[in-house]
């Protein structure tokens, strides 16, 4: 796994062992960053289920301002402390080693431009977290939540009663990538 593009372009990053994280693909990467490149450059981004930082670290190195990285594993947290060493972005980052819910609950007061939302597919983390998104004012109407899941029709099922806007959906294999925008902001 590495960094695409950026400042960092090229730079490999370290994994997490096992089969508790499944890295975003590159394609997928690639294509999640053509989708909004226009959005990235000064932007706040929010990667609550961070795995091993990878996405959030490709949007600094992609001209992001700031990443806030939250995962609730130990061994996640400290390979995205290894990584965010690895492309020299310190200041430019802030780790939670908490569930999302916490997360959520501690940053509340703040305002992010994107979200990326990846949990353990079999889980109904997506709702939960857009749910308490929108409830916590942490998103604003120019704001993107990005969703990756394999379930898309439960997905879509799950999120249809809330304040959002689907307004990109694309399928890569097994992975779905589905943009939201929040309404009436």
């Not at 590495?2 to 090229?10: N, Q, T, V």
């Not at 994280?21 to 294509?31: A, F, H, M």
């Not at 939670?96 to 979200?115: A, G």
Request: overall charge neutral; hydrophobic content about 40%; aromatic content about 8%.
């Amino acid at each position: 796994m590495r960094i695409i593009s950026g400042k960092a372009r090229g730079t490999k990053l370290y994994t997490l062992e096992g089969m508790n994280t499944r890295p975003t693909l590159d394609r997928v990467k690639e294509s999640i960053f053509n989708i909004i490149q226009n959005e990235i450059d000064g932007a706040k981004v929010l990667d609550l289920f961070a795995g091993s930082g990878a996405i959030g670290l490709e949007f600094l190195s992609r001209g992001a301002k700031e990443a806030v990285l939250c995962d609730k594993s130990k061994e996640a947290i400290e390979v995205i402390r290894k990584n965010i060493n690895k492309i020299h972005m310190e200041e430019k980052t802030k780790v939670f080693n908490t569930d999302f819910e916490t997360c959520l609950e501690k940053i509340k007061n703040q305002q992010f431009d994107i979200i990326y939302l990846d949990p353990p597919y079999a889980t109904n983390y997506i709702v939960k977290s857009v749910k308490k998104i929108i409830e916590f004012g942490i998103i604003t109407k120019d704001s993107t939540i990005i969703i990756e899941t394999d379930d898309e029709k439960r997905i879509l099922k799950e999120i249809e009663n809330l304040e959002i806007e689907i307004v990109d959906k694309r399928k890569y294999g097994r992975a779905t990538i589905i943009f939201l925008k929040i309404e009436n902001a």
